[in-house]
């Protein structure tokens, strides 16, 4: 007994040792970056309905916030004047905070995926400036209304601006102005007071767009309204945008006050296709009926048929790096980081604009790996906080 007592006693106080939540055990994310910004990541239909299991794991290890693709833009959640479809919305926000994450609303007011009826009358004309301003506040209000105290922010405004600074030729614009900017904003928080509101546009380093939506920040701010941060959306390419001008374009727009957010984060792979004028030549050369031209067509939209070799790879991750260690240099001003999808198979970049350009541009592949640069994130963040702490 005097032999196999210590033994016994020793095995009673390893199963008496405090055990550390598997959370803290398990790097991720979301603990590498607690006290820098919210990571989150846009799910989609099947996600948020718990149709991908796997998808779940790794949405709680990695994520503390969510934000969704589609289902909360107009032509989804608002058909018809008087009809609203709450279906996977409810669920969204549910499956948000079920899983104790912070929920985002996208979007509210958006030329694109615009309801249909939204700016038109019965005969497909554009409606007067105070229907519209009308069919705004009801949008705004009964969105917001149905959720409050249960989202925490809003992209009040997405994709205003154009590259120059001009405004986009929107319905709303064309029928409102500048104005309607400022009102979405007024319905907003008459609609949730304590939601943070936000403008969100894409492009944020062309310095004509950075200008405008300064001066809109400001305007706001003069007329007393409520913009808590700007959304750079963060989508980017392996070769634009220039790492200074993203950079101080950061820089200048939180100087007016506000934070900032990169919504909709995703990194191609690919070479880049700018514009629908890059589309429409690449159309033209696969037409041409000569076989050279269709070949160059084709290797344009489709530059690895045989699969993306592990040298672009590796170049990927390097330059995901430099934009991840500017994000973290700039903590202090950034309040989270939404990566648009959350594998690549659920990219919506994957298949575009022909179903054969695979793209690879988020953080995990299609088969749930998470990529080196998620170590590397996680490595910096902890590496930043102790230097910081000295």
């Known amino acids: 007994m005097r032999k196999i007592l210590p033994i016994a006693l020793a095995l009673l106080c390893i199963g008496c040792a405090p055990k550390k939540k598997a959370a803290e055990e398990t790097p991720s994310l979301k603990n590498a970056l607690k006290d820098k910004f919210l990571i989150g990541v846009a799910i989609n239909e099947k996600q948020i ?149 936000y403008y969100n546009d894409y492009g944020m380093h062309h310095r004509g767009r950075v200008d405008r939506v300064i001066q809109i920040v400001k305007s706001l701010k003069e007329k007393g309204l409520r913009i808590d941060a700007v959304g750079f959306q963060g989508h980017i390419g392996m070769d634009y945008p220039e790492f200074a001008d993203f950079e101080k374009s950061m820089v200048d727009v939180a100087a007016q006050g506000v934070g900032i957010c990169l919504t909709e984060w995703d990194m191609s792979i690919l070479p880049t296709i700018t514009s629908s004028a890059d589309l429409a030549e690449m159309s033209k050369l696969g037409k041409a009926g000569d076989k050279e031209a269709e070949a160059k067509a084709k290797a344009l939209l489709d530059p690895y048929p045989q699969g993306i070799p592990d040298s672009v790879r590796e170049q990927w991750n390097q330059r995901c790096e430099k934009f991840w260690g500017l994000y973290l240099k700039h903590s202090d001003i950034i309040r989270r980081i939404n990566v648009w999808g959350l594998t690549d198979a659920d990219s919506w970049k994957r298949g575009w604009p022909v179903e054969t350009r695979l793209d690879e541009p988020v953080l995990f592949d299609k088969d749930y790996n998470q990529k080196p640069v998620v170590d590397w994130i996680i490595n910096n963040a902890k590496t930043q906080t102790i230097n910081e702490n000295r």
């Open 49 to 197: 309905r718990h149709q991908d299991p796997k998808a779940d794991s790794l949405i709680s290890l990695h994520f503390n916030a969510i934000e969704p693709e589609n289902c909360m833009k107009s032509e989804v959640i608002h058909p018809a004047k008087d009809k609203y479809d709450w279906t996977l919305t409810d669920k969204y926000v549910d499956y948000g905070v079920q899983n104790g994450l912070e929920v985002f609303g996208h979007c509210l007011i958006w030329h694109s995926q615009l309801a249909p009826w939204f700016p038109v009358d019965e005969n497909g004309k554009d409606v007067s400036p105070e229907e519209l301003k009308q069919r705004m506040k009801d949008h705004i209000y009964t969105v917001m209304g149905r959720y409050k105290g249960r989202i925490k922010g809003w992209d009040v405004v997405n994709e205003a601006v154009m590259d120059d600074g001009s405004y986009r030729e929107s319905p709303f614009y064309r029928i409102l102005g500048e104005e309607y900017i400022p009102l979405a904003f007024q319905y907003a928080h008459e609609a949730d007071p304590d939601a943070e509101l």
